[in-house]
């Protein structure tokens, strides 16, 4: 059977940090590190709306979502040399951007944009979950600044959001899976929930292996149980904010 | 409670229907009809493959997605005139393209790539779940062709592939959405799964409002339900293939 | 002397069919099939202009074309992919655009742009003929529907409009070349040419052997001979609606 | 009735001068001008070909035109700035090269690509039948560099080949129009002719008002005119070289 | 030693010319030569201004930069047909564009962007100290016209401004390097400065061998002793207009 | 007189640290602090070189800079999504490149591309000398790892290379301009230098307020007074190696 690295047990996370404020000049930006993994997460707030929005009154929450050229091990040519963005890369920030407006009130901060950038500065598998995980805390950051600025009345977040992977590696369940279990998964399942315990998204994939129902509901049931840890870490980082 | 049109039933599919040999010079073409939706799916073979597959003996399928720019009410600029492909397109054409690998043995036809190109001729809802559908049918007619050119032995498909659409509209489970539904959808899942009862993909995003662990149960029952009758219209229009 | 496939004479056109309503959506929508040639041409209403016309009054009629990547036996990239149009595509979509506003009193519908797509389906010779002459009958279509909702208060198009090809081939004359005949022409023209039989556009090329003033004089003949009859099938195709 | 500039008669070519050898280190170019009209046209060897020539023994002439962003009244922004080459580009350019290649024997020099840029300098109508003018003389031009490098036996050209344009301008027969008589013009045809009075390209256009074929004949008669004369410059720029 | 052509002495120019008024349509063109490198400069005046200029009552001078593809000894792929700008290109124009703004006074002709194109015809070396030389009295001879029709009440130019290069090539100082001598240079400088001899751009490169200050000083003499002699030709060209 | 942040002296460097290391799977990759300015530099090896290194036994060492959408206090639109690299970015990193390759041997390691990735975390001024003095340090533990494993004998690096900023800001001579203070700059310029003294690269830009001879002087002795400091640095973090 496949034996995880650090001797980490199936149902295990690695280590999760979350630090706030890594930007001076951005208090709503986060280092997230999921691990090896090492994303950047930073919110920002634009006074403009796109054309689908305008005099609707409400706003927009979106992500933008790319690898630093060394973040994985094999050096990867950056998306603006190649003129354009990947397929992989609108999926994930497309994605990251569902999640979080799953949760927003967006009809309380007028209509603005509000950007959520996820810089991946290591990759180590869980890129887009833990991208999640910190693009809320980043979120909460602005709207807590907001809040200060007289922007909003009060933080319109109506849930926590988080973000974990589970896979099937060689027979067994896994939780949080790093690069090399998810190379070799056959079915790797990424699960967004809320700190409720409701899914925002669900997706699995059998890249070679089809999955049963029996399956399905293990991996659901382990990955609620990463999420409602992470979802605490979330809690500590935002110095007890709760919804 | 939301009333379907046609007198529709929530576990309903609308009529679905399979043309092959649409194209004179393609046999390997269907059209696929999910009520008013309607999809052009045809299947080519090319006799290159990507770098990364380079003598490793395997080769890959793969599919492209496309909308004319009538085939919704509002017409659409065309993805070409845009000079890139959007995030959904690439989305979409990535699910088609792992949904069929699932069930291809990559060994079995050498180097060399199958492309599966799906044209939305009219879209009313589950252009998504229509061009998987037509896209396996296509897909086994081609290895059909290829068999009788003698280019491989056997089909190397081990399975059906087909795939539904299932939601929450206003409260209420739904099979098969059209536009309508959808738009008004509050929670919005595709299944992809084989003949046999088992999962290539599961997707599912609340947009406004995050579903449970019953829900997702129901919502997967419902969808298995739908597969097998469509599973049964793939049969017929290979004129009772099995794999 | 080459022989035509079906046995089909050097003045005859191949069977010519012009459906009207293809898409449910569209009434002003078109599926014409020159033989096995098969354009959907859809016409729709934008009510904005181009800067240039701002302000003058005056509307725009436009096109655009696009092959399908399996419409033709040799599977083509997609201009989309390749992330920008060809020249032949703007030379052809050019051309439909032309045509089409030398009818058309632009100064009767206000400041809106008129928009053609013409989609190739299957392609075997004449598709600028077949789109010019499907695009006039959707373009038609349009404005009874916008008659109908009070948006003009007469059809605004002046004349007829049709197209077709002539070229010759091993030394003969012939009138709509399919794709066979096309690739072993000496000369190919198209012919754009109106119900009262003026000359919109005039096309001419020598790819290997230059032509003299009688084989002009000839072909012009023989043009006008074709357009005749295709436009007797488009006034069949509007219900008898005369200019 | 209009009355052309400079006192031209409606049958008189503008002023027509062709300077060969304008950059020092290119031999084969050549300053065309038509009146105020000025392309810069040179040629140039290229060592591959093509895919699709590859193994053929064949070579090319293919032709890339350019206008300078101030060679016109109203300044134009870059194609290069856009990034992308617009439909007229495109279709200027397919134009010449298909000119050139219907005189040259494309078997002669071998698998090579030959080049034909034609940049306009200064723009006062006629930029394209210049360009075919004042390419064909580079192309002589190269093609007697060649020889003297022992690259070909004979100047694989056999006949002249040379463009003018033909208009009807409030209701008269002009040759060889001005922007000024283009931007009027009802008609606008442009002829492509060899030096045996033979056609290799006929384009003619009605943007308001369609022609008959009494109208088509006078204009290929006076087109015919024209070109006789520029060929004769033609032959002296090039020192009474023959085909 | 390395001896120059045509017996040019280290701290001789080549022969430099300015021809005003090269485009019929554009007083402000000017034809450059610093020996057989040839540039076309002509300046053109806009309506708009850029977004950040917007309600300062600023105007903005910018200038663009192209090399003609034969203007080298090797043929270049075109800019636009590459569907980018290179680094090369970027450099100079951002280059040519900051030198003009230096003596200019922006607030004196409202929100206004005045271009300036530098084409480049013919390239031996020298090409972007060419283009500022003759981008300077384009710009001065826009501001004339500009003058005349009343848009400015004073040409707001407050000095001259002229470019030139220098280099140590095999070990020995050398002014206005031709394309031969700049790719044998150990270190190459461009230098642009004002007619009251202050600088207002210093670039110096050394691609193989770093250079001492005793170098820099003795480059930055030479400099200024050329760039006299080129801004005296500027006065010649401008008619004995001073600033 | 301008006032410094943090009293910082004319002459005053902003606190300099340089952490290697900093990517667990990429030993050759830097973090570089210059004040709040902060840059990631990572060096990696490519196998290819470009076309025109072929068969010359030579390898290159190229650069790519890029700065994070939120690394400015105003986010930036990414260069991958607007499809093209701006020209700032071009410069920049045309000039790392340069940098780097003036003390390497380029014959000493075969046909190698080297890429340097600089990527700007956090920007207040500097980043592209800051980017120097991570790449040279990031390219040394490159070669060092290169040697370990046998690919080069020695570390083909024959001196040091760091730069530095220098301005006048309000009159003043200032070294290391933080962002506010270049924003204020009447001069700008950037030095690259080596560990004997020696320039590279000398870049100044007036934009406002040409400057003179003796200022020009002024700016080169603090420059050299400012990089050796930073030498010792990149010393220290090379753990006292020396080329």
């Not at 991996?219 to 007890?240: F, N």
């Amino acid at each position: 059977m496949y034996e995880r690295s650090n001797n980490r047990q199936f149902n295990e996370l690695r280590p999760v940090t979350i630090g706030v404020g890594y930007l001076r000049n951005t208090p709503a930006s986060v280092m997230v590190e999921f691990g090896s993994t090492k994303v950047l997460c930073a919110a920002s707030l634009d006074d403009k709306v796109a054309p689908f929005l305008k005099n609707t009154g409400k706003g927009w929450v979106t992500a933008e979502y790319s690898m630093l050229p060394m973040s994985t091990q094999t050096r990867q040519t950056r998306e603006s040399t190649r003129g354009k963005i990947g397929g992989r890369t609108h999926e994930i920030q497309r994605l990251i951007g569902r999640s979080l407006r799953a949760v927003t009130d967006l009809g309380a901060f007028g209509e603005k944009t509000i950007y959520i950038d996820c810089d991946v500065i290591e990759a180590d598998g869980g890129t887009r979950t833990a991208s999640i995980t910190g693009a809320f805390v980043a979120l909460v950051e602005l709207f807590k600044d907001m809040k200060t600025r007289g922007l909003v009345e009060m933080i319109p977040v109506n849930d926590f959001v988080s973000a974990v992977s589970v896979g099937i590696v060689e027979g067994a369940l896994m939780l949080d899976l790093e690069y090399e279990e998810d190379s070799r998964a056959d079915v790797d399942m990424n699960f967004v929930m809320t700190g409720s315990g409701l899914f925002i998204e669900v997706q699995g994939t059998a890249e070679q292996k089809p999955f049963s129902k029996i399956q399905l509901d293990e991996m659901t049931a382990l990955a609620k149980e990463g999420i409602d840890k992470i979802i605490a870490r979330q809690g500590e980082a935002l110095g007890g904010w709760r919804p």
